[in-house]
């Protein structure tokens, strides 16, 4: 089946070769051609997720071939539980950025429709690597597109958002670039699962200097682009002035793919200084949790204020992440999904409401709720979803989140706690304000949602409610890669087996060397009521 990965990977790519050779002017062919590439990668994306083996850590649906002879590049790309379902979320905002996109780009519509394939193919790339050399190609693939989406197609400050952006991100990406040939001249070659097999074997070891700086290195990239305070500076001024389709692309799966960086190659690479830094890394993280979440409260701006509660629940990712606590790595996880689905359904709403009203200021609204109680319902769940409302799908990555850390830093997790709190007060009172209270005179005129709107929004509020009622399905695919992870991690106290109870006839993983299965069954994550 490795040929049906390859497909996923590259079908986008060749909708927006294909789009080039359509007349500019047949501007529905062009935004036909980019639903229909990127529904059918999406169907795709489901086969491979039926047909993914839940049981096994390993790699699939491999492709490993000779791609430059010299230095020794391969192409190797695979999927694991840790990389199957962000390649799904890509796949599913794809197509609903193309939809949200169908009547509000009117100018340069097939630059545009180009460039979001372009960038959908180069994000499935971040996640689907398997050699050093290629993970840096569509690492930097990434950045062409969005920084032409924000700078042609964004609002008043387009062009000061597109280059911070790509300053921002360049600048971390360059020092991954320097540990990267360093690691090539360390093992001879790119490929990442031979070196972690010359690193397990101990035909290598890094001394603590080398391994020190090479994480930073690598830490660098991935912090900016998740973004870690204080290197958070530049995602609100490129959310505020991308356009919604970018907007989506950019919460929903860029930023993950730095906390998905931390997790594939900075905690398996070097554990020692992963460990090491885990403690400065939490604070920052925590700090990131509380600032984002103050700031967003007093945003005047609705759009930025999404934007700062970004940095809030990515701060939530990188916690659980340097926990080294698996149920808060599995939570970690979940919560990189959950912020994709929920974040990137708020700036569809968002941008639907700027479509009617053109303005994003929060004193310009009121009311909205009576003239339009579709957008106000369906808005009103997805605020739920954002601030962890049990049964919708935030609650369960906070959730274990929380738990995980709470055994390892009770601290912690009591500072990480009151984000939660906070979430609820600025959410709640950013509804209140937009939605309730008296209707203005600019917003009794408003239409509520059409189809088309309808279509792009109920699939995600369906999925917020799926993947917080039935969380062990994804949590179950994931936890045979988490184990492995944290295994190479050197993890100092697993606490944790199979986290999650499985489903009749299911495998057991089989126990490790570094931590025997008996070891791992004292704290499993707790089963809801009703659970199989």
């Given at each position: 089946?490795?040929?049906?990965?390859?497909?996923?990977?590259?079908?986008?790519?060749?909708?927006?070769?294909?789009?080039?050779?359509?007349?500019?002017?047949?501007?529905?062919?062009?935004?036909?051609?980019?639903?229909?590439?990127?529904?059918?990668?999406?169907?795709?994306?489901?086969?491979?997720?039926?047909?993914?083996?839940?049981?096994?850590?390993?790699?699939?649906?491999?492709?490993?071939?000779?791609?430059?002879?010299?230095?020794?590049?391969?192409?190797?790309?695979?999927?694991?539980?840790?990389?199957?379902?962000?390649?799904?979320?890509?796949?599913?905002?794809?197509?609903?950025?193309?939809?949200?996109?169908?009547?509000?780009?009117?100018?340069?519509?097939?630059?545009?429709?180009?460039?979001?394939?372009?960038?959908?193919?180069?994000?499935?790339?971040?996640?689907?690597?398997?050699?050093?050399?290629?993970?840096?190609?569509?690492?930097?693939?990434?950045?062409?597109?969005?920084?032409?989406?924000?700078?042609?197609?964004?609002?008043?400050?387009?062009?000061?958002?597109?280059?911070?952006?790509?300053?921002?991100?360049?600048?971390?990406?360059?020092?991954?670039?320097?540990?990267?040939?360093?690691?090539?001249?360390?093992?001879?070659?790119?490929?990442?699962?031979?070196?972690?097999?010359?690193?397990?074997?101990?035909?290598?070891?890094?001394?603590?200097?080398?391994?020190f700086w090479l994480f930073?290195?690598?830490?660098?990239?991935?912090?900016?682009?998740?973004?870690?305070?204080?290197?958070?500076?530049?995602?609100?001024?490129?959310?505020?002035?991308?356009?919604?389709?970018?907007?989506?692309?950019?919460?929903?799966?860029?930023?993950?793919?730095?906390?998905?960086?931390?997790?594939?190659?900075?905690?398996?690479?070097?554990?020692?200084?992963?460990?090491?830094?885990?403690?400065?890394?939490?604070?920052?993280?925590?700090?990131?949790?509380?600032?984002?979440?103050?700031?967003?409260?007093?945003?005047?701006?609705?759009?930025?204020?999404?934007?700062?509660?970004?940095?809030?629940?990515?701060?939530?990712?990188?916690?659980?992440?340097?926990?080294?606590?698996q149920i808060a790595v599995?939570?970690?996880?979940?919560?990189?999904?959950?912020?994709?689905?929920?974040?990137?359904?708020?700036?569809?709403?968002?941008?639907?409401?700027?479509?009617?009203?053109?303005?994003?200021?929060?004193?310009?609204?009121?009311?909205?709720?009576?003239?339009a109680p579709v957008l106000?319902?369906?808005?009103?769940?997805?605020?739920?979803?954002?601030?962890?409302?049990?049964?919708?799908?935030?609650?369960?990555?906070?959730?274990?989140?929380?738990?995980?850390?709470?055994?390892?830093?009770?601290?912690?997790?009591?500072?990480?706690?009151?984000?939660?709190?906070?979430?609820?007060?600025?959410?709640?009172?950013?509804?209140?304000?937009?939605?309730?209270?008296?209707?203005?005179?600019?917003?009794?005129?408003?239409?509520?949602?059409?189809?088309?709107?309808?279509?792009?929004?109920?699939?995600?509020?369906?999925?917020?409610?799926?993947?917080?009622?039935?969380?062990?399905?994804?949590?179950?695919?994931?936890?045979?890669?988490?184990?492995?992870?944290?295994?190479?991690?050197?993890?100092?106290?697993?606490?944790?087996?199979?986290?999650?109870?499985?489903?009749?006839?299911?495998?057991?993983?089989?126990?490790?060397?570094?931590?025997?299965?008996?070891?791992?069954?004292?704290?499993?994550?707790?089963?809801?009521?009703?659970?199989?």
């Amino acid at each position: 089946m490795s040929w049906l990965l390859n497909l996923v990977l590259y079908l986008p790519a060749a909708g927006a070769v294909l789009l080039l050779a359509i007349p500019r002017n047949r501007e529905s062919a062009l935004r036909s051609v980019a639903l229909g590439c990127t529904l059918l990668t999406f169907l795709l994306s489901l086969i491979l997720l039926a047909r993914f083996d839940a049981s096994s850590s390993a790699m699939q649906f491999e492709t490993g071939t000779l791609w430059i002879t010299s230095p020794a590049i391969r192409y190797h790309v695979g999927v694991d539980g840790i990389s199957i379902f962000l390649l799904l979320l890509t796949t599913f905002l794809s197509v609903l950025c193309v939809l949200i996109s169908w009547n509000s780009v009117g100018k340069h519509v097939k630059e545009f429709f180009f460039f979001l394939l372009l960038l959908e193919t180069g994000t499935l790339g971040v996640f689907l690597a398997l050699d050093l050399f290629l993970f840096y190609v569509f690492w930097e693939v990434t950045l062409i597109p969005m920084f032409f989406l924000i700078g042609i197609w964004g609002h008043e400050r387009r062009v000061y958002a597109a280059v911070k952006f790509v300053l921002f991100t360049l600048a971390g990406s360059l020092f991954m670039l320097v540990a990267i040939i360093w690691l090539y001249n360390l093992f001879g070659t790119f490929d990442y699962p031979s070196i972690l097999e010359q690193i397990a074997s101990g035909a290598y070891s890094f001394s603590p200097q080398e391994e020190f700086w090479l994480f930073l290195a690598f830490f660098a990239a991935f912090a900016i682009k998740v973004p870690l305070f204080p290197l958070h500076t530049w995602l609100p001024d490129a959310h505020v002035e991308a356009p919604t389709a970018g907007s989506v692309m950019l919460a929903g799966v860029m930023l993950k793919m730095g906390a998905y960086g931390l997790l594939r190659f900075c905690l398996p690479l070097f554990p020692d200084a992963a460990h090491a830094l885990a403690g400065p890394i939490s604070v920052l993280a925590l700090v990131g949790i509380v600032y984002g979440s103050l700031v967003a409260m007093v945003q005047p701006d609705l759009k930025k204020l999404i934007a700062y509660s970004s940095v809030a629940h990515l701060g939530f990712v990188v916690l659980g992440i340097f926990s080294f606590n698996q149920i808060a790595v599995q939570g970690a996880l979940y919560q990189m999904l959950n912020h994709g689905v929920s974040t990137g359904a708020l700036f569809l709403l968002v941008g639907m409401i700027y479509e009617r009203l053109h303005t994003r200021q929060i004193s310009d609204m009121g009311g909205i709720a009576t003239p339009a109680p579709v957008l106000a319902t369906l808005f009103l769940i997805t605020t739920l979803s954002s601030i962890g409302l049990p049964l919708l799908n935030n609650f369960i990555g906070e959730f274990l989140i929380l738990l995980g850390v709470l055994q390892e830093r009770v601290l912690y997790a009591a500072i990480a706690a009151t984000a939660v709190v906070l979430a609820a007060v600025y959410m709640l009172w950013m509804y209140q304000r937009v939605f309730l209270g008296e209707t203005a005179a600019k917003q009794s005129s408003m239409t509520d949602l059409n189809l088309r709107e309808k279509i792009i929004l109920i699939p995600a509020v369906a999925l917020m409610v799926l993947m917080g009622v039935c969380s062990p399905y994804f949590l179950h695919r994931m936890d045979a890669a988490t184990v492995a992870l944290l295994d190479h991690a050197g993890r100092r106290e697993v606490r944790v087996e199979n986290s999650i109870p499985k489903p009749p006839g299911a495998s057991v993983l089989p126990a490790t060397a570094s931590q025997p299965l008996a070891s791992r069954q004292n704290n499993s994550l707790p089963v809801q009521p009703g659970e199989p």
